[in-house]
């Protein structure tokens, strides 16, 4: 992750040469602002009261976000650019090409901390290998955001699992080959998901090769302590979303598949946490009850 610009905030500007997130006050602002030209603009009154954050992140690949037009935290915030995918009341997704690949946009009126959480999960993940969209550039204004991501291959998994019919032996074995392991793989960095419904996994098919995917990370949390209750409520996710009845493959095997000793108070709780998931109404798409978009 690189910093491209420095952020602005009041009458100070503060810069993170190191990448760490450890900001320091490099100089100071008269009067006036800074918008997202860089300029300075003066509106009258005190700097310090006119606080405007302004900043862009880069992931590795540089390149890549200054080919897609990204050279300053306003050519992201003010990108029209594609057809909108997705609008809640939070924000707005949007699909755009460039060179024949496809991007996602996610655009944020403020919740800029989970736009943080998402980019910095988004990062360390795929730098570990984590199967996540390749993240391209964050910026951020104020309580104004968008991130941008490479566009992952397939459809959702909750759909395949619909669609492949009384294929047991496909499912169970997609499931205790391709899905435990990533499962695994997110928490064996200590990292949870919060939302990890069969809408949040892209995949191309059910086969052992292809590509599989875990998107929509803005909840993904990396607790210090009771890491046991964020374990339950990941696993309850999969179990209530399952849109296939029975779900035999979700037991024993699949425990053991990820990683987890049997544990009878373990799996009292997941069954207890799945059915309080169930009875909920969802709030977004991807969860129990709204597999459909």
Known sequence: ??????????????????????????????????????????????????????????????????????????????????????????????????????????????????????????????????????????????????LVMREVPGREVARLLVEVGDDHAAVDAFVLHRVAPLVRQLHAGGRFHRDLYWGHLFATSLGLDGPLHLIDLERVVRPRFGRRRWLVKDLAALLASWPRRPAPCLGARFLRACGLTLDRNLVRAILRKATRIRAHRPRHEGAPGDRAT
């Open 1 to 146: 992750m690189r910093l491209c610009a420095a952020v602005r905030w009041g009458g100070c500007r503060r810069e993170d040469p190191s990448g760490t997130g450890r900001w320091r006050v490099t100089s100071w602002v008269s009067e006036g602002n800074v918008g997202l030209d860089g300029r300075q603009h003066d509106r009258g009154g005190s700097a310090l009261l006119q606080v405007l954050a302004v900043s862009l992140l880069v992931g590795a690949d540089g390149g890549l976000a200054r080919r897609l037009g990204y050279h300053q935290a306003g050519d992201l915030l003010e990108d029209a650019r594609g057809v909108q995918v997705r609008c809640l009341p939070r924000g707005s997704t949007w699909r755009f090409e460039v060179g024949g690949f496809g991007y996602f946009r996610k655009v944020r009126v403020g919740h800029v901390r989970d736009a943080r959480n998402e980019w910095r999960t988004l990062t360390a993940l795929h730098a570990e290998g984590v199967a996540v969209p390749e993240p391209v550039a964050l910026a951020v204004a104020g309580r104004r955001s968008a």
